[in-house]
């Protein structure tokens, strides 16, 4: 049975961003999923400026992925027929970029499994766990077995390891449901915004993702969700959508599930296991900002783990900090979350974005998804494209 440093259950985004990072410091690292890579998941799929430079400082190469996507520089609520930009502050600077997921996911995996210690398991789906005089056996459905000194959860907000190794799991929040479309199509104009649109019960972001792509995400309580498989009522919203964007399409390929969201909270560790990314929490502030927080997770993941690996800390202590400056850092995350999912049920929005919009939203917007974090001073090399739109 062969011994690992470090098995990660679970290879989307967050799993596969510390399992390349752990692999590039020759870590012994099983990379498990129970899927099949690449593959599609549902996600609003804007990355930002914080989450970009987490990967530069990771060391992870997603300028692919990145480089074809729409940067954006500001969000723009919609109530009704009036539209209140966010976070643009007095000049045109950049937020973060609208990525297809499906290019981001596959880039990292690919990158992760590229290295020599870190070893794959995909369609793999685990049975059971057991403690050993080593960490952790992890058993598959199919027989096989492995061993494993620390364990980290990222397999979602569903987590199966989670419960199989009595993790307890807090709710909060109501959970927002709902479900993402993508469109293609044409741009009337040259998009440089995400934009969300609050209506009665739902709230729907709007993320260009490509030259010729539309993400359009639906949220909202699980008991309306249930309305929105009625395909009269989703081309009417789809359409009120595109026309916000200014773009002309249709969805192509399926649409795809999403929740649930801000209701799932778990320990960040327990004894030698770390839950990471959604797995720890669910947040998802707009625009697929989810896929920024579960990259912030990895890199302090990363941290923690490399320390006791690779420098001999404590593992009380150095996962202790993992909590700490995980909590610090979801902090923002989790306030935006809140504050969006309670405006689009609250009657009064059509006064109170008004008034937010020149308070305290706007900060909260940077705080969150542009200033929140920030480790190191170190200086950010960003991709080609990045480059170019700052004038570097």
């Known amino acids: 049975m062969k011994l690992f440093d470090v098995a990660i259950i679970g290879a989307s985004i967050s799993g596969a961003s510390l399992g390349a990072c752990l692999g590039a410091e020759a870590v012994e690292v099983a990379l498990i999923d129970k899927d099949r890579f690449p593959r599609r998941k549902a996600c609003g799929e804007g990355l930002s400026n914080i989450g970009v430079e987490a990967l530069q400082r990771m060391g992870l190469h997603a300028e692919d992925a990145i480089d074809s996507g729409v940067p954006y520089y500001h969000y723009r609520v919609d109530v009704g027929d009036k539209g209140f930009p966010f976070g643009s502050g007095r000049t045109r600077t950049l937020k973060g970029v609208g990525?297809?997921?499906?290019?981001?996911?596959?880039?990292?995996?690919?990158?992760?499994?590229?290295?020599?210690?870190?070893?794959?398991?995909?369609?793999?789906?685990?049975?059971?766990?057991?403690?050993?005089?080593?960490?952790?056996?992890?058993?598959?459905?199919?027989?096989?077995?492995?061993?494993?000194?620390?364990?980290?959860?990222?397999?979602?907000?569903?987590?199966?390891?989670?419960?199989?190794?009595?993790?307890?799991?807090?709710?909060?929040?109501?959970?927002?449901?709902?479900?993402?479309?993508?469109?293609?199509?044409?741009?009337?104009?040259?998009?440089?915004?995400?934009?969300?649109?609050?209506k009665d019960g739902f709230e729907i972001n709007c993320t260009p993702v490509s030259e010729t792509k539309l993400n359009v995400t639906f949220l909202t309580s699980r008991e309306k969700v249930k309305s929105l498989q009625d395909e009269g009522l989703q081309k009417r919203l789809l359409a009120e959508a595109a026309a916000k964007c200014q773009f002309l399409g249709a969805p192509v390929e399926v649409s795809l599930n999403v929740g649930p969201v801000n209701a799932t909270r778990r320990p960040y560790y327990r004894d030698s296991v770390l839950l990471l990314g959604d797995t720890a929490e669910t947040l998802d502030p707009i625009a697929g900002m989810g896929m920024t927080h579960g990259i912030l997770m990895a890199e302090i993941a990363a941290d923690s783990l490399l320390s006791v690996l690779r420098r001999g800390a404590d593992i009380n202590s150095s996962f202790a900090q993992y909590a700490s400056r995980s909590e610090a850092m979801s902090r923002p995350f989790r306030g935006f979350t809140r504050l969006t999912a309670s405006l689009f049920r609250s009657p009064a929005r059509r006064l109170l974005i008004p008034a937010l919009a020149s308070t305290f939203f706007p900060g909260l917007i940077r705080s969150a998804l542009d200033e929140s974090w920030k480790p190191v001073d170190e200086p950010f090399s960003p991709g080609r494209k990045f480059l170019s739109l700052v004038g570097m």
């Open 99 to 198: 990525v297809e997921r499906f290019n981001l996911d596959t880039q990292l995996v690919d990158q992760a499994c590229s290295l020599p210690s870190v070893t794959p398991f995909f369609e793999s789906k685990i049975s059971g766990f057991n403690t050993s005089s080593e960490g952790y056996t992890v058993q598959f459905a199919d027989g096989q077995k492995i061993e494993s000194k620390f364990l980290v959860l990222a397999d979602g907000a569903n987590s199966f390891s989670s419960s199989s190794l009595g993790i307890p799991k807090i709710r909060k929040d109501p959970p927002l449901w709902g479900i993402s479309f993508v469109l293609d199509g044409t741009f009337l104009q040259v998009p440089g915004e995400v934009v969300v649109l609050l």
